[in-house]
């Protein structure tokens, strides 16, 4: 079945360097992609979402690109900040683009 | 921005109780979705609904049902809470008017079953 998965559990780095969390799927149909980013003790939200083949797409420093040779859609940011410690959720759009499937999340710790 | 409300914020129940969460949007949003967030498995759907009186079976519905009384309220019913359903849960919607259709989530309840 379709599935997202998210191979690093916890990632720890110091301010200032950059950081890539590693986002792979399966899927038969088309697929769209998405980050959610999960603050301590908040809710979920919309981070960035995939365009077409190959297209980067960037929000608030983050970006990432899809790459349907490989199915992955890593984020990336090249200097992070205190701020930038969460949870960060890889999902995939289901056949219907009805429901997301998550990936299991990729928590940053940053260090001054 | 999209505003979703949960109620209760905060639930403690025992084993073999009856628990009901509510969720309510405002934004005339016609999908509604519930999820639990567990570590090591992030975020799972139970059960979503595209309109008042319509259900559908998400990847771990088992122990749970669901209502959506209207376009605006979707609730979700343990009727017999189990330990294993100790975990946070997330109420979201979206207009869904495409893949690309991002999901507002609520700001989650925390349920403990003793």
């Known amino acids: 079945g379709d599935s997202v998965t998210q191979t690093e559990g916890l990632v720890t780095l110091t301010k200032g360097l950059p950081v890539m969390l590693n986002c792979t799927y399966q899927?038969?149909?088309?697929?769209?992609l998405f980050w959610y980013v999960q603050h301590l003790n908040e809710a979920p939200k919309l981070l960035l979402k995939?365009?077409?083949?190959?297209k980067r797409t960037e929000h608030q420093g983050f970006y990432a690109t899809l790459h349907k040779s490989s199915s992955s859609f890593h984020l990336q940011k090249s200097s992070v900040q205190l701020s930038d410690s969460a949870l960060y959720f890889c999902?995939?759009?289901?056949?219907?683009?009805?429901?997301?499937?998550f990936g299991t999340g990729t928590t940053v710790s940053v260090s001054p | 921005e999209a505003a979703v409300t949960q109620s209760p914020r905060n639930k403690v129940t025992v084993t073999g109780g009856n628990v009901t969460l509510s969720c309510r949007q405002t934004?005339?949003?016609?999908?509604m979705y519930w999820y639990r967030q567990d570590t090591g498995h992030g975020l799972r759907l139970i059960h979503y609904?595209?309109?008042?009186?319509?259900?559908q079976i998400g990847d771990v519905p088992d122990g749970y049902k669901a209502t959506r009384t209207t376009q605006e309220d979707f609730f979700l019913l343990l009727e017999l809470a189990s330990p294993s359903q100790t975990s946070l849960y997330f109420c979201?919607?979206?207009?869904?008017?495409?893949?690309?259709?991002?999901?507002?989530f609520g700001p989650g309840t925390r349920l403990t079953v003793l």
């Open positions: 979201a919607s979206s207009d869904m008017t495409g893949h690309y259709a991002e999901q507002f």
């Open positions: 609904s595209y309109g008042a009186g319509n259900l």
């Open positions: 995939s365009s077409t083949d190959n």
């Open positions: 934004n005339s949003h016609n999908y």
């Open positions: 999902a995939l759009s289901d056949p219907g683009g009805r429901a997301l499937i």
């Open positions: 899927t038969t149909y088309s697929p769209f």
